[in-house]
């Protein structure tokens, strides 16, 4: 089975751009969580959707970032306009209703100069 | 709320030495606990999970946790270090009960194991 597909693996882009992060959860999963992941700050959550409902948007540090998931097999994580400071590897991870486990994706490297 | 304490962010031992990385929780109501495993540019993997069964919880690997409730602890342990075990390990933990409860993670212990 295929696991937690993100795309792009690596992003680098110049400050001020638009960056959208992709991903696919694991089919028949009804939770979708992102998160950040960066040396000084750890494995934050960012934002996490039950069947394809936000649910908890606390963690999102900016207006400048927005989640959305239209579907329960696509979610999107834009940042606009991209800072330095949100360089990071950001991770998509699914789970099912009542086990609280995650299985993460292999997370996008995501560079802003 | 909960959180977890993990005791060490960087942890050396010899190919063939026990492993040992500790971590603490805390929780107001009995927890749902949760080892995972970072590979180099890789995402978490799901090591092994406490749900209030038994108190010894047999992972992947080879990996093994103890829950403590007296404790408060979940020590990840693993009696012979092989070298395929260098990677970053994070201990979690979210309220036992009820639907979805949100998952906090500790800040990771990087295991170097020395040939």
């Given at each position: 089975d295929a696991g937690v597909i993100q795309s792009p693996r690596?992003?680098?882009?110049?400050?001020?751009?638009?960056v959208t992060l992709r991903c696919k959860p694991i089919s028949g999963h009804d939770y979708l969580f992102w998160y950040r992941q960066t040396m000084m700050r750890g494995l934050e959550l960012l934002i996490y959707f039950n069947n394809n409902v936000p649910i908890d948007?606390?963690?999102?540090?900016?207006d400048r970032f927005s989640a959305k998931m239209p579907n329960a097999s696509f979610s999107t994580l834009k940042i606009q306009p991209s800072e330095p400071r949100d360089s990071a590897v950001y991770f998509c991870a699914s789970g099912l209703q009542g086990y609280n486990e995650q299985f993460f994706g292999p997370g996008t490297r995501l560079t802003v100069l | 709320a909960q959180s977890v304490t993990q005791l060490g962010s960087h942890v050396s031992v010899s190919e063939g030495a026990?492993?040992?990385?500790?971590?603490?929780?805390?929780?107001?109501?009995?927890?749902?606990?949760?080892?995972?495993?970072?590979?180099?540019?890789?995402?978490l993997q799901l090591l092994l999970k406490y749900t209030s069964a038994a108190t010894l919880v047999k992972g992947i690997n080879g990996f093994e946790a103890e829950f403590k409730k007296s404790e408060t602890s979940f020590h990840l342990t693993k009696p012979s270090a092989h070298m395929s075990d260098a990677a970053e390990y994070f201990c979690a933990v979210s309220l036992g009960f009820g639907g979805y409860q949100k998952v906090t993670f500790g800040?990771?212990?990087?295991?170097?194991?020395?040939p």
């Open positions: 690596h992003e680098v882009t110049e400050m001020g751009q638009e948007d606390s963690g999102m540090p900016e | 026990l492993v040992l990385l500790r971590c603490n929780y805390s929780s107001s109501v009995p927890p749902y606990l949760f080892w995972y495993v970072q590979y180099p540019n890789q995402g800040t990771g212990t990087k295991l170097q194991v020395i």
